[in-house]
């Protein structure tokens, strides 16, 4: 190059040195102007030439470089752990595949053949990057439109992967549920005895695991292990609660076991604060069950368990303590929301009217958030006999006006329900800062994120009942409960209590008698609730269409194309459980042109309430239903079977582990 620029030097002042030449030799203007021509010619024809085999030496520098590249590359793919392979996008045959690649599939005893092309292809169809080759495991790299595969050995990467996942900190807390109860008429030998009993069950089960346990006190352990045996525990789906309870009952004792359990990467207070969270999770749900949740907020919430009715755990205490806390945030509050689910049933109404009369003792503004469009046939009838009472019907305001008039020291009741997505309006919940969870349905996962009181009951007949009792252990000389708001929180408990017969505990007839007391008409109840003509055919017509599956079920649908309300479709339900050899039903109707619902029932053995959370509902465990959007019926007919018989392989699977 520095020849070149010589070059140039060369000819530019030779110019210059000529034309200098031919001024002082030629006088005469024409000759001096035929010697520049010549000069100027001369230059030009030495610089064009000049600038011809430059440009074809960059030519051959750039070919060369293109070959050294080449080179380079070739070597790269054939040494490095790269595999590279090259097939036919039409045919799928393969064209090339780099020495690694030949060397990986003859190791690994594979045949790199048109079916395995296709299956490697297949992988980004199916999102996946990851296939196996023997005892290795390799990610995939695909470049469809040029017809390349590569793909790397990521065998240590999953493996240390792996180790870390396992050596993840794992917090457990375990409850023995009911124990004060069970214990309180025993004396010292007999409490020292059934003290014991718990913790050999405990023990041994822990001293199989190798796991650390330590008991805080006469009802509650505490565990710490790593991901690994949580692994194990998982796998064998929480034996401990089987073999607890039947060690129990061989007893005669009613026990049962409630474990919360956490893990993370993150420091011991969080997971073990997670921990805590899910025993009460696993409490409120009726006990008997594992909780399960990792130290992530965007992880989902595992259940293990639940195969035992609920049983009365709450006490006066528990209830005179949450009668306090209600009474000191409504007094400390501006205004008071109160709001149930979506298409509310009676009992959500009765709760309703209730809390508002419990907010109206402490002279607070109190409203009602309903939405006229979402009044089933029974609410539309009780809200007619509602619109006699001004003092009543005046509380009640739509989503709108709770949104445009709320000022900013307002709270929210959420009463019948603790799921947020099932709020009459998702905007009015999203509005507050402040919110009081008042429910009787198992705790879902969808569950607001802090509330300032759950006070959930899994074991109460309804959230009516619940309230019943709050206002009774908040006496008031000034405020007495109408007849018309204790008949309303009467019919809610009729209705969730199928007038008495399901779901019944001495605490609820307590509370049926006290409201009874206070001028509850039953006559009034009964009409409320009773059926019309029309709706007595509808349930007919879907008890009529009816088919039989596994275990004695039954399931009932209603036609693609008519609408039924809940209240019909859950009597369908109830009715169908009522005959002789069936454990369970389910019937599914549409609730309006975008929504399907199923309402499930079960006698005392099958847990319906695990089914309805697999598919996205929720309730209790004889109890429950989900609701669906842009499905057909028969879609949802086929996912409701392929969800019981996957539950029913799983406890096949779980006893099958417990023979072995």
């Known amino acids: 190059m520095n020849i070149r620029k010589n070059e140039v030097f060369y000819i530019v002042t030779g110019c210059l ?113 990851f296939m196996k080759l023997g005892e290795k495991l390799y990610y995939f790299y695909l470049h469809q439109s040029e017809g390349l595969i590569y793909f790397v050995d990521v065998t240590n990467e999953q493996t240390m992967r792996k ?20 214990s309180e008429l025993m004396d010292e030998k007999q409490k020292a005895v059934l003290n014991s009993m718990i913790t050999t069950a405990i023990s041994d089960w822990m001293d199989e695991l190798k796991v650390y346990t330590l008991r805080m006190n006469r009802e509650r352990f505490y565990f710490v292990t790593r991901y690994k045996v949580l692994e194990n525990m998982k796998a064998k789906r929480f034996d401990i609660l089987d073999t607890f309870k039947q060690k129990m009952k061989e007893n005669n004792i009613n026990l049962t076991l409630s ?25 409120v749900r009726g006990g008997d069950q594992v909780v399960i949740k990792e130290d992530n907020e965007t992880s989902k919430t595992e259940y293990f368990g639940g195969n035992s009715n609920n049983k009365e755990k709450r006490t006066r205490v528990r209830t005179r303590a949450m009668a306090t806390a209600i009474k000191g945030l409504i007094t400390e509050s501006e205004e008071v929301y109160i709001m149930g689910h979506r298409f509310p049933d009676m009992d959500a109404i009765g709760a309703s009217f209730g809390m508002s009369f419990l907010s109206k003792m402490f002279n607070k503004n109190t409203k009602i958030v309903l939405d006229e469009s979402q009044f089933i046939i029974d609410v539309r009838r009780c809200m007619s006999e509602i619109e006699k009472y001004s003092v009543l019907i005046d509380s009640v305001v739509t989503p709108e006006e709770a949104l445009k ?53 899994s074991s109460a007949s309804s959230a009516s009942e619940l309230i019943g009792e709050l206002i ?74 009816n088919e039989k599956l596994f275990n004695n079920m039954i399931i009932s649908i209603g ?3 008519k609408v039924f309300d809940s209240v019909t479709t859950s009597k369908a339900a109830d009715t169908i459980l009522s005959l002789n050899d069936v454990e369970a039903s389910f019937v599914i109707t549409r609730r309006d042109d975008h929504l399907i619902g199923i309402s499930a029932r079960s006698k005392k053995k099958l847990n319906v309430q695990r089914i309805m959370e ?42 099958e582990s417990n023979i072995s």
Do not use: C
């Open 614 to 655: 697999e598919m996205g509902g929720g309730g209790h465990f004889n109890n429950a239903a989900a609701q669906f959007e842009n499905m057909s019926i028969a879609e949802l007919k086929e996912k409701l079977i392929e969800t019981i018989q996957l539950i029913n392989k799983e406890e096949e699977t779980k006893d």
């Open 472 to 545: 009774q252990f908040i006496p008031s000389k000034k405020e007495t409960l109408s007849k018309i708001e204790a008949t309303l929180l009467m019919a809610g408990i009729v209705v969730d209590t199928k007038s008495f017969q399901t779901s019944t505990t001495t605490r609820t007839f307590e509370t049926a008698a006290f409201l009874r007391n206070r001028g509850a008409d039953n006559m009034k109840v009964q009409s409320l609730l009773s059926s019309d003509l029309q709706s007595y055919m509808e349930m007919n017509e879907l008890i009529a269409n």
């Open 17 to 129: 040195f000529l034309l200098l030449i031919g001024t002082m030799v030629f006088q005469d203007v024409f000759f001096r102007i035929v010697w520049w021509l010549a000069v100027s010619l001369a230059s030009f024809y030495y610089i064009r030439k000049f600038m011809n085999d430059l440009n074809l030496e960059n030519i051959d520098l750039i070919r060369q470089t293109n070959m050294h590249a080449e080179t380079s590359v070739k070597e790269v793919l054939e040494t490095m752990p790269l595999g590279a392979i090259r097939y036919n996008r039409e045919t799928l045959e393969l064209i090339w595949m780099n020495p690694y690649a030949d060397y990986v599939f003859t190791v690994q005893n594979e045949s790199l053949d048109k079916e395995k092309i296709e299956e490697i292809l297949n992988l980004k169809e199916n999102e996946k990057n």
């Open 259 to 283: 474990i919360g359990v956490s893990y993370g990467l993150g420091n011991s207070k969080d997971i073990g604060r997670i921990a805590n969270n899910n025993l009460d999770m696993a409490l």
């Open 559 to 561: 036609k693609e194309d």
């Open 405 to 457: 008039n709320k000022k900013e020291n307002s709270i929210l009741i959420m009463v019948d329900y603790n799921n947020p997505n099932l709020s009459i309006s998702m905007e009015v919940y999203e509005a507050f800062d402040k919110v009081i969870i008042i429910d009787h349905h198992r705790r879902s996962e969808n569950f607001p994120s802090n509330p300032l009181i759950s006070y959930i009951e």
């Open 163 to 182: 180790e870390i996942v396992n050596r993840q900190m794992v917090i457990g807390t375990i409850s023995v549920d009911n124990y004060d109860d069970v």
